[in-house]
């Protein structure tokens, strides 16, 4: 199986009628929180020195199971998907092979993986769509993805940028968890994390972003105890509670 390898604009406002123009506002560099673009490409530039070509950790041979590994992968483990997907990907690695192992055949394959009844629904439905739909392929196109019966835009954007090599961002818990601690983009909902960081991440870190951030988030700023004395931007951080160092 192959892994996935996944290698500010300026403002300026004139003073309002009846203001002085003396009055200005402090500038956004410095403040709590604030986005200060050196400091963002900074954290982006010793993410990609510590893993310049970051994987994805789910196993998959092409665009299809890609997508369906993806699909499986929600509230799952990539590991655990992994296991499951083995013996399901070597008897199906197409849409018709996946209709026609059907419902049954690929919940006996991903019985191990959480919620695995409606996975196995929604894999072969999305299946039959592809080979309705789309002559069998998988469609690189945003609203065809999120039309396809499991998938969402999380899944979307991992599809889009895995495999077809578009910049997007794909957040999942970790990232969501990341953004709004370091913080990055900060954000009520995953959407709203993704557009801020779309708005910060500079180009040049933008097609490996969200693998670095997911990584970093899985591996080193976890969610119960950050393993913040070796994490290489634990000084470009602002989050409260640091574990601190021995």
Known sequence: MMKAKTSPAKSGSRAPAGKSAAVKKKPAK??????????IH???????????????????????????????SAQATDAGVNR???????IASTPAQML???????????????LFRNKAKNVVAL?????????????????????????????????????????????????????????????????AVERGLLAIV?????????HWLILHGRYICKARKPDCPVCPIADLCEFAGKTPTP
């Open 100 to 114: 026609a192992l059907g419902e049954e055949g690929v919940r006996e394959q991903i019985r191990t993986i959480g």
């Open 127 to 191: 299946s039959r769509r592809l080979i309705e739909d789309y002559g069998g392929e998988v469609p690189r196109n945003r609203e065809a993805l999120e039309s396809l019966p499991g998938v969402g835009r999380k899944t979307a954007n991992v599809v889009l940028n895995v495999a077809f090599g578009e910049k997007t961002i794909a957040v999942d818990t970790h990232l969501f968890r990341v953004s709004n601690r370091i913080p990055l983009a900060r954000g009520a909902t995953p959407e």
């Open 30 to 39: 410095g403040r709590k929180g604030a986005v200060d673009p050196a400091r």
């Open 84 to 90: 499951a997907t083995k013996g399901l990907f070597a």
């Open 202 to 210: 500079p180009d040049e870190y933008m097609f490996h972003a969200h």
């Open 42 to 72: 900074e954290i982006f530039a010793r993410l990609a020195a510590r893993n310049p070509h970051p994987e994805s950790e789910l196993d998959y041979s092409n665009p299809f199971t890609l997508l369906v590994a993806v699909v499986l």
